[in-house]
């Protein structure tokens, strides 16, 4: 079975810091990723969504990479806000409309 | 329209109850998901339903029941929960089919259950 990682597990930086978030996965055979977040007590947003044959997406102050055959994905923010506080999540799609969840990384951008 | 609407936002049950979750969505997708999310965990995969077939079940236990009536409605039917099944339900949505490598994946805003 698919296992996704996410570190790390909570982060707490000071605004205007650029961060990274990592994401790992243990099936490299992903048709794609797609970065989340979730704000407390709400659904998912989806953020980015990488194809299996692309290395990056960017939207805005957000880069998302794909190294598929190491099993790594990271989510680049740039000029971190105190509204990008909320929990990230990145999710892995496996053939079967399967998409498996990664752990999460809490942030916390302290104005 | 990328919405995925879920009624109710909140529930509360006896464990002798019967309840349903209602999802809709209006998007044309042909695949619907039910995800289990409790505090400070990532979801977890309950049902995947593809062109109104289920596709998927997560080894789910028989006391939920899901159903999809037609293309844009799917209900998570509830019976006989046990508090520990206290949770939020996501429902979400997706173009669907097995080659659509390119979809992505839509989220309702969840129905917070509780089972007392």
């Known amino acids: 079975k698919q296992e996704v990682t996410q570190i790390p597990a909570a982060l707490s930086v000071p605004e205007g810091e650029n961060l990274v978030l990592n994401c790992s996965f243990t099936d490299s055979a992903i048709y794609n990723l797609q970065w989340f977040r979730q704000d407390p007590g709400k659904g998912l947003t989806s953020l980015l969504l990488i194809q299996s044959s692309q290395r990056e997406q960017t939207s805005g102050r957000l880069n998302a990479s794909l190294d598929k055959s190491s099993g790594r994905s990271t989510l680049y923010i740039a000029a971190s806000q105190p509204g990008d506080s909320a929990t990230y999540l990145c999710?892995?799609?496996?053939?079967?409309?399967?998409?498996?969840f990664g752990t999460g990384t809490s942030l916390t951008v302290i104005p | 329209d990328t919405e995925v609407t879920q009624t109710p936002k909140h529930l509360v049950m006896g464990m002798t109850n019967k309840k349903s979750l209602k999802c809709e969505q209006h998007?044309?997708?042909?695949?619907m998901y039910w995800y289990k999310q409790k505090a400070k965990k990532p979801p977890e995969l309950m049902f995947v339903?593809?062109?109104?077939?289920?596709?998927i079940n997560e080894s789910v236990p028989s006391r939920f029941s899901p159903e999809c009536p037609n293309s844009s409605l799917l209900n998570l039917h509830l019976h006989a929960l046990q508090p520990e099944d206290s949770a939020l339900y996501l429902c979400a949505s997706s173009r669907g089919g097995l080659a659509s490598s390119g979809n992505t994946i839509y989220f309702g805003e969840g129905s917070w259950l509780t089972v007392v």
């Open positions: 998007m044309g997708h042909r695949a």
């Open positions: 999710a892995v799609r496996r053939g079967g409309n399967q998409f498996y």
């Open positions: 339903y593809s062109y109104e077939k289920l596709s």
